[in-house]
T-cell receptor
Framework: AQKVTQAQTEISVVEKEDVTLDCVYETRDTTYYLFWYKQPPSGELVFLIRRNSFDEQNEISGRYSWNFQKSTSSFNFTITASQVVDSAVYFCALSGLSSNTGKLIFGQGTTLQVKP | EAGVVQSPRYKIIEKKQPVAFWCNPISGHNTLYWYLQNLGQGPELLIRYENEEAVDDSQLPKDRFSAERLKGVDSTLKIQPAELGDSAVYLC?????????????FGQGTRLTVV
């Protein structure tokens, strides 16, 4: 079975603080894909990053960075110098290749509130 | 490039009434998904299309839900009759290909309230 766990339900930080959102996944697939999406109050899920299971290089995009560690089945997301506009619900998701459905398994989401 | 377009954005209906949602995917995207998102939870797949074919509808409650994707472009999702428990956000997404190899892009969703 495939599963994504985002243990942090809500996080509140003050602007300019760094914040890390945790994501732990379970899968028996050897080939799989991991995603992060942002859902602002408008409701649309905004794609942030896709990572395949063979690429453990960390990635940085502006204030965003992602730490993928297969040894601990984690794919954590860090926002550096947070801003009020970062306030949203963030979802981690998994898609296993062997299931052949392309189905995204989402975590429960982490609500991030950045206060001015 | 236009994103995934869904309509309506909001819908309020009485229980036992029918309701339909419409989705126009990103041009050139062969794969289309319908997801259900309950309050405070992550989206869950209802059905996935590869062009006109529904390749995964195992999570679709077929006694009251139906979907179609005519000509492999636009799609509609229907509920008949609606129940109180169907109140949720219905999200449509599309991607160039299935199997997770390419990212899925989501529409803004239709928030359904059944009273």
């Amino acid at each position: 079975a495939q599963k994504v766990t985002q243990a942090q339900t809500e996080i509140s930080v003050v602007e300019k603080e760094d914040v890390t959102l945790d994501c732990v996944y379970e899968t028996r697939d050897t080939t799989y894909y991991l995603f992060w999406y942002k859902q602002p109050p408008s409701g649309e899920l905004v794609f942030l990053i896709r990572r395949n299971s063979f690429d453990e290089q960390n990635e940085i995009s502006g204030r965003y960075s992602w730490n993928f560690q297969k040894s601990t089945s984690s794919f954590n997301f860090t926002i550096t110098a947070s801003q009020v506009v970062d306030s949203a619900v963030y979802f981690c998701a998994l898609s296993g290749l062997s299931s052949n459905t392309g189905k995204l398994i989402f975590g429960q989401g982490t609500t991030l509130q950045v206060k001015p | 490039e236009a994103g995934v377009v869904q309509s309506p954005r909001y819908k309020i209906i009485e229980k036992k009434q029918p309701v339909a949602f419409w989705c126009n995917p990103i041009s050139g995207h062969n794969t289309l998904y319908w997801y259900l998102q309950n309050l405070g939870q992550g989206p869950e797949l209802l059905i996935r299309y590869e062009n006109e074919e529904a390749v995964d509808d195992s999570q679709l409650p077929k006694d009251r839900f139906s979907a179609e994707r005519l000509k492999g472009v636009d799609s509609t999702l229907k509920i008949q009759p609606a129940e109180l428990g169907d109140s949720a956000v219905y999200l449509c997404a599309s991607s160039r290909s299935g199997q997770g190899r390419t990212e899925a892009f989501f529409g803004q969703g239709t928030r359904l309230t059944v009273v």
